[in-house]
């Protein structure tokens, strides 16, 4: 009689799941066969058609570049999971310059070398994202000497092209360098102080260009011979004193000369003259707004000679070289100083005497140069579209990383970028970058992007063609996403079901996911049992029993698996009327396999659960037989089994 009540308890579960398929059936597809239950309990949602939807849809025809990516993705997770240190940005970098497309102006290549300029400095100086404003400093000055070599590079290039301009000679020294792209430059402004005494006074552009290309000792060595009168006599302090002190202390020397600098700023543009020479003014008044970190006055200058910075590089370095991370509080202003419109003069041009107030600079803070940059919009800087990757390095350098992440994966103009940008976020993940909001909410309104779907979506391309692949991806979305058991399990169920790679993804046996694709990413066996456990009761009221049995059997609970492989079993055996199939076979066979794993318990429920599945096997054999119409087997198989039971009766006694 209990062996009856047990079959109908299965009839009747199994007519409930058969109306659950039937209305799931017409429903709309929702990629799992129900939802939640009144059972309550854990859930890792459903997956919708929505979700699987997206720019990676389709395939995963892979190119050569994409199949590098891929590459160094595994050996990103695996180097993690063994704990050993592993640069994203090199790898990624030179899997992309060795594959991509050399026809556009800006390279992706070159983006990730200045992502990886931009981290050098925190990296070399071991400045993590924990520690603030530290870590934006450092990221700032990655951007200034990236910029700065490239205009060192820029410079001996314009004197080897102009060796005759140039008279750069054979003086090794680098000040030479300086002069001579001076002479290159300014060879229409008349003779110069470099070519004849008595010449256009240059003093204050070397001190300017060397400080350009990063050449501290030469900007000193220049500065030696820069004289300012007023100022000196003010402070009794040499110009190539105030330098040093700058360059050692830069927030000391501002709380100490700072309303001097912002004076000197003043009087300059006040007396500012379109009739004489620009040289000696226009850089003097550039050295002195970088020193005080004056950004109205390079503002108002900008305004009255356009072509002093004649390049975006130019630009985006001396904004880099002005901007302070931690301001204080007074000192910050409305705006972080940020706002042209501010400056030093007014709309008219006359100057403005109250703008400087006989205080320091106004902090030019971070936000207010993202603001004064997104002012513009992405096609001013990408001429109009055509060379996209020229506004993602605005991006980085000005620390906009999750801007610069969804203008890589959503905008129309870098559709052919997509790869990159998954990439690129993944890159920035295992650096740390994404943990530290440099993107500020003011500058450029809410950034709306869902690394964790993006990443899941282009695992989806690897589905049903290379589960562990797929894998890599969606547990670099669990962990984008905040990582977490349930966010976890809730990627790895969708992953089982669309893959039914369970071998591969759970493991052959013997130790807890031993040989598991899984295991890389959740090395410690209770944590894995823990993910197993919870993904597997997820399936099973989300009426996926496949999944739900293997990742039981996985997670070492042979009962468990065991009671979802009888009531598939038996709803099998119902279908088939007892003719072996491919699922029959499979179910029997894992069947045995949870048998003789719970073979030892001492338990009455597990006894009578493993005897329900050999009642199952003798009814399966027992239909197929009478199919067959092969009444003496039956009886055959009936005595035997009989016998069988009248020799177990005794051992099943309490």
């Known amino acids: 009689m209990s062996f009856e009540r047990y079959m109908s308890d299965c009839m009747s579960r199994d007519w409930a799941n058969d109306k659950q398929g ?3 059936s017409v429903a709309p597809f929702t990629g799992l066969g129900g939802g939640a239950t009144s059972t309550g309990g854990l859930s890792f949602g459903s997956i919708t058609r929505a979700d699987v939807a997206s720019a990676f849809a389709g395939g995963a025809k892979s190119s050569p570049k994409e199949q590098a990516y891929v590459s160094v993705v595994k050996q990103l997770n695996e180097a993690a999971a063994q704990g050993k240190q592993m640069d994203p940005i090199t790898a990624f970098g030179a899997a992309c310059e060795q594959y991509e497309d050399k026809t556009p102006e800006t390279l992706m290549s070159a983006c990730w070398k200045l992502l990886g300029d931009v981290l050098a400095v925190a990296q070399s100086r071991g400045i993590s994202p924990s520690d603030g404003s530290e870590y934006s400093d450092a990221l700032l000055q990655g951007g200034r000497n990236h910029l700065q070599a490239g205009f060192a590079v820029h410079m001996r290039g314009v004197i080897s092209r102009h060796r005759s301009a140039a008279q750069r000679g054979a003086d090794p020294d680098q000040l030479r360098d300086v002069q001579a792209y ?10 110069l102080d470099l070519q004849a005494p008595g010449g256009l006074d240059t003093t204050w552009a070397q001190v300017y260009y060397s400080l350009r290309a990063g050449w501290i000792d030469v900007a000193l060595k220049a500065a030696e011979r820069a004289v300012d009168v007023t100022q000196s006599r003010a402070s009794n302090i040499s110009v190539k004193q105030l330098l040093q002190h700058w360059l050692q202390d830069a927030a000391g020397f501002r709380q100490k000369h700072g309303a001097r600098m912002v004076q000197e700023c003043e009087r300059l543009l006040q007396g500012y003259s379109h009739k004489q020479s620009q040289l000696k003014q226009d850089y003097q008044l550039l050295v002195y707004a970088l020193l005080a970190g004056d950004n109205r006055s390079v503002d108002s200058l900008i305004k009255l000679n356009p072509s ?22 007074a000192a910050a202003g409305v705006g972080g ?16 005497p109250s703008s400087g107030g006989g205080l320091g600079a106004p902090a030019y803070t971070l936000a207010g140069w993202q603001s004064e940059l997104n002012r513009w919009g992405p096609k001013y800087y990408s001429k109009e579209g055509k060379e996209p990757l020229l506004f993602l390095t605005v991006l980085l350098l000005s620390l906009q990383f999750k ?17 990159d940008g998954i990439h690129l976020a993944i890159a920035l993940h295992f650096t740390g970058v994404l943990q530290v909001n440099t993107d500020e909410p003011l500058a450029g309104g809410p950034i709306e992007l869902d690394l964790g779907a993006q990443l899941a979506a282009f695992g989806r391309r690897y589905v049903t063609i290379d589960s562990t692949t797929a894998l890599h991806y969606y547990m670099l979305a669990a962990a984008v996403s905040g990582g977490g058991v349930k966010e976890q399990g809730r990627l790895f169920r ?21 040989g598991g694709a899984i295991q890389v990413f959740v090395r410690d066996p209770v944590l894995r049992q823990q993910l197993f456990e ?3 009761y997820d399936c099973q009221i989300n009426q996926q029993p496949d999944e739900a049995r293997e990742l039981y059997m996985a997670a070492q609970k042979p009962r468990a698996a065991l009671k979802i492989i009888n009531q598939q079993l038996s709803a099998e055996i119902h279908a088939s009327k007892g003719a072996m199939t491919e699922l029959m076979s499979v179910l029997i066979s894992r069947g045995q396999a949870a048998v003789e794993a719970i073979s030892a318990a001492p338990d009455a429920a597990s006894r009578r659960d493993a005897d329900a599945f050999k009642q199952l096997q003798l009814i399966r054999q027992l239909l197929e037989l009478a199919g067959k119409r092969q009444w003496d087997r039956v009886l055959q198989v009936m005595r035997s089994d009989s016998q069988q039971c009248a020799i177990a009766e005794p051992r099943h006694q309490p």
Request: hydrophobic residues 40%.
């Open 337 to 352: 100083g940020g706002s042209s419109g501010s400056g030093l003069y007014n709309i008219s041009g006359s100057f403005s």
């Open 22 to 24: 039937l209305f799931s």
């Open 494 to 514: 969708e992953l089982l079901v669309h893959s039914k790679d369970y071998g591969t993804l759970l493991g052959g046996g013997g130790a807890l996911g031993s």
């Open 534 to 536: 919870y993904v597997a």
């Open 308 to 329: 002093l910075l004649p390049t975006m590089e130019d630009y985006i370095w001396i904004k880099l070289s002005l901007v302070n991370t931690n301001p204080p509080a």
């Open 403 to 419: 801007r610069a992440l969804s203008f890589l994966l959503k905008a129309d103009m870098t559709k052919a970028y997509r790869l």
């Open 182 to 191: 001076l002479a290159v430059r300014f060879r229409d402004k008349g003779t």
